[in-house]
């Protein structure tokens, strides 16, 4: 039986006047693939024209630097060609999973990110045609089907268009052929942005992808399709019409610098690094936008907070932020799991806040839409300019991270975190529910928000040094909390997981003696969270639970507070807020560090965690 081996992943196609660039045709694939490696790297590949001509593919399983010599990018020199870097979401990686995947003829090559559907009775079809196959991916049907409009009398253009028109699924997709020097794309659902140089032109899953080249971008939208040259972009929206590029053509203002390592040792150091900058820039840039979202929820109903992973964590604290001080009844729930919850009892008094960094995650994607079906208005969080929840959602919140490059997500994280608490501030203004003292205290606390991000960063090299052993020897670890604590709690475990591979479990602290406790015997090390007095006093008398069954107690709290609770093995300090939201980004810090240190610790490299794609673009 035939298997589709769909892919999460990252693509690139660059078309360039000889000399326009710097470098190379093979160099530059190979620095573009590089800062696209975030999006997966089971395999990688590439195709490009050579000079008589002929379509050319190289392609191995590995990391990229694992097969820079095997694919020779440094001989590849040309005017147009493909990239690719997958994560395989079903089966192993393998040479012949790996894309481009080429035609029977060998002279059109397609990369493409997301799941086509209808692969197999495409393939059947194809198959009866005479089409040979060599993958079992879903995207190899992709070139047999130009093919085979070409066989029919079809212009290349044409012949791709037609294929498209008959793929049911997401596809980000971008193929070339023999003899030409146009790059061919089409999106629907996975991302796709086109960059604009001057004698080359780029076409890619993302941004930071050729941000060293250039950063006029213009975001493709779902259903457009067209091609670009070294000098020109065609854009066709769904129905056919010509969009014109200039008028969506837009700067953008992330440094190419943002997107190298800069002398630290992983991108996950740096984020965590910089984050007092990240803050700083984005609670700057907090202002009409999230105006106009207060004003919409001041008069909800209720939120519901749709989100996955890390931003699901920032949508706990921002779901308590807003039902303790706005009063607006408000849940997170898990993005993956909206579809059971949301229902008919959705309507336009309520709001749905979809909270995504990349603004591309499928399943925050989905439930936007599912909300906006049943009524509700929805307001996206991202730190992706016109990525697609922002451009599906009513209205769109920025944070002003930066690209983030590290799988893990850092500044993103807590970036999140100050401008859902800005929100919930002005909601509650807005309502009359916080007064102007309130109010001033919040914005008095992201004010000081990016310096005691900084002091964090101290708080932190304090945890390392006195916990590092015990979480490298640790193969399990518990990360209790309350109320806000409890978000805080869950991402510091996340990242731990995710990055040095201890099992983290993350409980609410109250919770831990309804069976986890059955776990901790002598040395266990249990990490607890706490944002303010009121956490702080009830997570006081599970700290003694778990010491006195021989746990190895580490506490996180604000400076004073903890003074309280010295019974801990470890008190960790951080500088005190007054809002318990803001509260979250000094204490998660250190907490980060910890994980990215015990990654290294462990030999792992933290940016590249196993089985992880930065990005899900697929159910
Ligand atoms: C976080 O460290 C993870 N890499 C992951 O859980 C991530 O937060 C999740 O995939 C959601 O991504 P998004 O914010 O881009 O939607």
Redesign the pocket.
């Known amino acids: 039986m035939v298997r589709g081996l769909s892919a999460v992943c990252g693509i690139i196609g660059v078309a360039v006047e000889r000399g326009a660039l710097p470098e190379k045709l093979g160099d530059v694939l190979y620095g573009c693939l590089k800062r696209l490696e975030y999006r997966g790297y089971d395999s990688v590949g590439i195709a490009f024209i050579d000079d008589l001509g002929r379509l050319v593919v190289r392609k191995s399983v590995g990391k990229i630097d694992e097969v820079r010599e095997k694919i020779g990018f440094s001989e590849i020199d040309g005017v147009v060609g493909l990239g690719h870097t997958r994560w395989a979401t079903h089966g192993r990686p393998s040479d012949e999973n790996a894309h481009p995947h080429t035609d029977c003829s060998g002279t059109i090559a397609v990369v493409h990110n997301g799941i086509i559907e209808n692969f197999s009775e495409l393939r059947k079809w194809l198959e009866n045609l005479g089409h040979r196959f060599r993958s079992e991916t879903d995207t190899e049907v992709i070139p047999h089907l130009i093919e085979e409009f070409i066989r029919r009398g079809m212009s290349i253009y044409s012949a791709f268009k037609r294929a498209v028109s008959l793929l049911r699924g997401t596809y980000a997709i971008a193929a070339i052929y023999a003899g030409g020097r146009r790059i061919l794309f089409a999106r629907n659902t996975s991302p796709l942005v086109i960059g604009l140089g001057k004698g080359y032109n780029f076409i890619a899953s993302d941004i930071p992808a050729f941000l060293r080249y250039t950063n006029r971008v213009v975001v493709v939208h779902d259903g457009e399709l067209g091609y670009v040259t070294s000098s020109s972009v065609r854009l066709e929206a769904a129905d056919g019409k010509v969009v014109s590029v200039e008028t969506r053509a837009r700067v953008v203002e992330w440094s190419p610098e943002a997107v190298e390592k800069g002398g630290y040792r992983h991108f996950m150091e740096k984020e965590i690094l910089e984050q007092p900058q990240a803050l700083a820039q984005t609670i700057a840039g907090l202002g009409e936008e999230v105006r106009r979202a207060a004003e919409l929820i001041a008069r909800a109903e209720r939120v519901i907070f749709v989100?996955?992973?890390?931003?699901y964590h920032a949508s706990i604290i921002g779901a308590l932020a807003l039902t303790r001080l706005a009063k607006v009844p408000s849940v997170p729930l898990v993005s993956s799991e909206a579809r059971w919850w949301l229902g008919r009892w959705l309507s336009d008094r309520d709001v749905v806040i979809a909270?995504?960094?990349?603004?591309?995650?499928i399943d925050?994607l989905i439930a936007v839409r599912i909300a906006k079906d049943l009524g509700a208005k929805v307001v996206a969080l991202s730190n992706v300019l016109g990525s697609a929840i922002p451009r599906e959602s009513h209205l769109a919140i920025y944070t002003r991270a930066g690209p983030e490059i590290g799988?893990?997500?850092t500044k993103?994280f807590t970036t999140q975190v100050a401008a859902l608490s800005y929100l919930a501030a002005t909601v509650a203004k807005l309502r009359g529910e916080a007064s102007r003292s309130e109010y001033e205290a919040v914005v008095e606390d992201l004010r000081r928000c990016p310096i005691s991000a900084s002091l964090a960063i101290e708080s932190g090299r304090s945890l390392v040094s006195k916990a590092l052993d015990v979480f490298v020897r640790s193969r399990s670890a518990f990360y209790l909390g309350r109320g806000f604590g409890l978000g805080v709690a869950k991402e510091g475990a996340?990242?731990m997981k995710?990055v040095a591979y201890v099992h983290a479990e993350a409980y609410p602290a109250g919770e831990s003696k309804h069976g986890p406790i059955a776990l901790v015997e002598p040395g266990f090390p249990t990490l607890f969270c706490a944002c303010s007095s009121e956490e702080l006093e009830m997570v006081a008398s599970n700290v003694e639970e778990m010491k006195s069954r021989g746990a190895v107690t580490i506490l996180v709290a604000p400076r004073k507070l903890a003074e309280r609770v010295r019974s801990a093995d470890h008190v960790i300090e951080v500088p005190k807020h007054l809002s318990p939201a803001v509260q979250a980004i000094p204490l998660v810090i250190p907490l980060q560090m910890l994980a990215y240190e015990t990654a290294v610790a462990r030999g792992y490299d933290p940016d590249k965690p196993r089985n992880?794609a930065?990005?899900?673009t697929v159910i």
């Open positions: 989100a996955a992973g890390s931003s909270v995504s960094q990349s603004g591309e995650t925050t799988v893990a997500a993103t996340l990242k995710e992880l930065k990005t899900v």
